[in-house]
């Protein structure tokens, strides 16, 4: 028959593997998931800018009329 330390030890293992594959699966799974809700979102609208004539007539200076 085995030795106690020697299941201990197989358990031990099996147990950190199994740990590390669901950490693993975990990090892909929420990676895949931050990737694809990135596309749902719209992108912004950018602001519309002032038209050409308002902003040439603000520049001008009051003492040329």
């Known amino acids: 028959m085995v030795d106690g330390w020697i299941t201990a030890v197989v358990l031990i293992f099996g147990i ?36 050409v004539e308002d902003a040439g007539a603000a520049v001008e200076p009051p003492g040329d009329k």
């Open 16 to 51: 950190a593997v199994a740990l590390i594959g669901v950490f693993a699966y975990l990090r892909m799974f929420n990676r895949s998931e931050t990737h694809h809700s990135s596309l749902d979102i719209p992108p912004p609208i950018p602001p519309k800018s002032a038209p």
